[in-house]
């Protein structure tokens, strides 16, 4: 099973709201990964965790937080964001850092 | 620092035929990993295949197939009796052994005509 779920599927949010984006994947997996993604282009890395710690932040604004509360899941929190942070955002996970990814099913995040 | 080029934007190929995406890369780095990515409209990202760079043997998965050519940089997915779930966007993608990071292509949209 190589499955990562991730809720919700769909957000809308004003500008001065919070909100927060989850994942999750019971693969044993220990590395664990958020990309932004506009339509039509690669995804852009933004965090990565490995074996719940932060190992990688690719100068997001502070914004966005990441969160990796354990080993399962991976938390990714919004607050006062820009019409232009709307787009999709992935959740992936690896069994370790420098094994293949797998991807969730994406949320789709508008900001109004 | 690592690139991935994928020239071509957009690809059309009839039902059950074979199709050819290409993609170079540009490394210094003799450890690596290559990997093929496919979103379809839904925009689920579904890893295709895997290529560690040490290993002369080309990767296959079913009817996806690579010829990873090590010398020239070159990566190419080979899809052969193209079906009408094929069509999506391809990513090529590239690791460096030691790094977490994927680094990718930017991407070709593949439509497969019935």
């Known amino acids: 099973d190589t499955e990562v779920t991730q809720t919700p599927k769909h957000l809308v949010m004003g500008m001065t709201n919070k909100k927060s984006l989850k994942c999750e994947q019971h693969?044993?997996?220990?590395?664990m990964y958020w990309y932004k993604q506009k339509a039509k282009k690669p995804p852009e890395l933004m965090f990565v965790y490995s074996y719940e710690k932060l190992s990688i932040n690719e100068s997001v604004p502070s914004r966005f937080s990441p969160e990796c509360p354990n080993s399962s899941l991976l938390n990714l929190h919004l607050h006062a964001l820009q019409p232009e942070d709307s787009a999709l955002y992935l959740c992936?996970?690896?069994?370790?850092?420098?094994?293949?990814?797998?991807f969730g099913p994406g949320t789709r995040l508008t900001v109004t | 620092a690592q690139t991935v080029t994928q020239s071509q934007p957009e690809m059309s190929v009839q039902e059950a035929e074979t199709v050819t995406l290409s993609c170079t890369y540009d490394?210094?780095?003799?450890?690596?990993?290559l990997f093929w990515y496919k979103q379809p409209p839904s925009r689920q990202m579904i890893l295709v295949i895997r290529?560690?760079?040490?290993?002369?043997q080309n990767a296959t998965e079913n009817r996806f197939s690579v010829n990873f050519q090590k010398a020239a940089k070159s990566f190419s997915l080979k899809i052969s009796d193209s079906q009408l779930g094929d069509t999506a966007m391809y990513f090529c993608a590239f690791m460096k052994g030691a790094n977490s990071k994927l680094t990718f292509g930017k991407g070709i949209t593949l439509s497969v005509r019935p």
């Open positions: 693969m044993g997996h220990r590395a």
């Open positions: 290529q560690e760079a040490y290993k002369q």
């Open positions: 992936a996970s690896a069994y370790r850092v420098n094994w293949e990814q797998y």
């Open positions: 490394t210094s780095e003799s450890n690596y990993y």
